[in-house]
């Protein structure tokens, strides 16, 4: 198969991915083979695509609870973290809605997310960072900004905040500029000639999130 879809294909294998990880209806162990997706039609008078869409729950560890709630004064620095309160608190969770949408520009998926703390605010890409969404180390090396994140020499962010091309709305993604040369090169090492167009495309989406799960923690789910 090629190493790009067209949107058809996109919605055919998400689709199928959709159909063949939540048949169980039990929640998956592996981070690279999440399930829980649904398949969203955008609700309009216009024709839009949809897109693959869950909510999570990620928990936060009462330090880094404090931290992603903690008040900014008007210098906008936090307030230092009492030690004698965390042992007493509890872990929140942050709420993250995930999205896997087509880029025509691409022509393969890409993660869309939001994430909110528990009082209903966005988190910052400071707080997103040390949120369970990312692995530990996976973003070590990037540069940071208030809207991005960049790795060095690279002619993309490798995470941007803008509108969901489908809804309009706020969101963070990762940037899909070299996500066909990792998928094909790893479906490449175990190529299977006989098998059918849908299932050589839930492969594909399989391969795909198994490349995002390098980076971002797709365990969690609500």
Same mark, same amino acid.
Not at 37 to 51: L, M, Q, V
Not at 68 to 88: L, M, N, Q, Y
Not at 203 to 213: K, P, Y
């Given at each position: 198969?090629s =190493? &790009?879809?067209t949107?058809?294909?996109?919605?055919?294998?998400?689709k199928a991915?959709?159909r063949v990880?939540?048949?169980?209806?039990? &929640? /998956?162990?592996t981070a690279f083979?999440p399930d829980?997706?649904?398949w969203?039609?955008?609700?309009? &008078? +216009?024709?839009?695509p949809?897109f693959?869409?869950r909510?999570?729950?990620l928990?936060?560890?009462?330090?880094?609870s404090l931290?992603?709630?903690?008040?900014?004064?008007v210098?906008?620095v /936090? /307030?230092?973290?009492?030690?004698?309160v965390v042992? =007493?608190?509890t872990?929140i969770?942050i709420a993250?809605?995930q999205?896997?949408? %087509?880029?025509?520009t691409?022509q393969v998926?890409?993660?869309?997310?939001t994430? %909110?703390? /528990?009082?209903g $605010?966005p988190?910052?890409?400071?707080?997103?960072? +040390?949120s369970?969404?990312?692995h530990?180390?996976? #973003?070590?090396?990037?540069?940071?900004?208030s809207f991005?994140?960049?790795?060095p020499?690279s002619?993309?962010? #490798? #995470?941007s905040q803008?509108?969901h091309?489908?809804l309009?709305?706020?969101?963070? %993604?990762l940037?899909?500029?070299?996500?066909?040369? $990792?998928?094909?090169e790893l479906m490449?090492e175990?190529?299977r000639?006989?098998?059918?167009?849908?299932?050589? #495309?839930?492969?594909?989406?399989e &391969?795909?999130?198994?490349?995002l799960?390098?980076v971002?923690n797709?365990r969690y789910?609500s």
């Amino acid at each position: 198969m090629s =190493a &790009t879809f067209t949107r058809s294909q996109f919605e055919t294998a998400c689709k199928a991915y959709i159909r063949v990880h939540n048949a169980s209806g039990q &929640t /998956s162990a592996t981070a690279f083979r999440p399930d829980g997706w649904t398949w969203s039609d955008h609700n309009s &008078t +216009i024709a839009r695509p949809g897109f693959m869409h869950r909510s999570a729950l990620l928990p936060l560890n009462p330090v880094r609870s404090l931290e992603i709630g903690s008040e900014e004064d008007v210098s906008g620095v /936090s /307030s230092p973290i009492d030690e004698s309160v965390v042992a =007493a608190n509890t872990p929140i969770l942050i709420a993250s809605e995930q999205h896997v949408v %087509y880029s025509p520009t691409f022509q393969v998926p890409t993660f869309y997310f939001t994430m %909110y703390n /528990s009082s209903g $605010a966005p988190l910052t890409l400071d707080q997103i960072l +040390i949120s369970p969404l990312f692995h530990p180390h996976s #973003l070590a090396n990037a540069e940071a900004t208030s809207f991005a994140l960049t790795e060095p020499g690279s002619s993309f962010p #490798l #995470l941007s905040q803008g509108d969901h091309p489908v809804l309009g709305t706020p969101s963070w %993604y990762l940037h899909p500029c070299h996500t066909a040369e $990792a998928v094909v090169e790893l479906m490449a090492e175990s190529p299977r000639g006989d098998e059918s167009e849908e299932r050589t #495309l839930v492969r594909w989406m399989e &391969t795909w999130f198994m490349v995002l799960g390098q980076v971002v923690n797709l365990r969690y789910r609500s």
